[in-house]
């Protein structure tokens, strides 16, 4: 059976009853079934964890190139539940489709996407019309704006804002959506 080093994972900062808070290793759920191959470790393993967010019941990291959503409802589960075949609430693991390599730094769940940005590119993490799945995750390279890794993703109603460095200025960008999905805007 293959389980995580709770040390090394992230932890829990828990608000008790009284109003005190605890702060305390997670329980991550073990490999029950598979091997290597059937049952793949989660890319975010041996990697440093830039993000972590909750996106459509599913706790995510983001490591490297890659974005790794738990099972559906198991938040510190991170294994499929059989090692033959590919269920809807399995986990989610996948990587950017560019062209430029671009490590994940921020991840945003906004109008029913995630949005992701790296520091020369941003990203969505989408389904489509179907509920999400490890069948139906997909990621899609948006747009090609400078990132400052100084300041988050930001969501304000319907828009989303983050910003880019241009010497000693910085420019807030918008991300509107529009009828026909998201659209970055200056």
Do not use: C
């Not at 964890?49 to 510190?76: Q, T």
């Not at 991170?78 to 986990?91: C, M, Q």
């Not at 430029?100 to 790296?118: G, I, N, Q, R, W």
């Amino acid at each position: 059976f293959r389980e995580f080093d709770a040390q090394s994972m992230p932890h829990l900062l828990v608000r008790e009853s009284d109003g005190t808070f605890t702060f305390k290793e997670a329980t991550w759920d073990r490999r029950l079934v598979g091997d290597d191959t059937s049952n793949p470790e989660p890319s975010f393993l041996n990697r440093k964890i830039n993000d972590v967010f909750f996106h459509k019941n599913r706790l995510g990291f983001l490591s490297g190139e890659f974005v790794s959503l738990s099972r559906a409802a198991g938040f510190f589960n991170f294994w499929r539940k059989t090692g033959t075949a590919l269920l809807d609430d399995d986990p989610i693991d996948t990587g950017g489709t560019s062209n430029k390599v671009a490590t994940l730094l921020y991840a945003l769940p906004f109008s029913d996407v995630l949005l992701m940005a790296s520091e020369q590119q941003q990203f969505i993490l989408s389904s489509g019309s179907a509920p999400l799945t490890p069948k139906t995750a997909a990621i899609t390279a948006t747009t090609d704006y400078e990132v400052s890794t100084l300041a988050r993703l930001v969501a304000l109603g319907n828009n989303a804002y983050f910003t880019a460095e241009r010497g000693v200025f910085i420019n807030v960008l918008e991300y509107a959506v529009d009828s026909s999905g998201l659209e970055a805007k200056r």
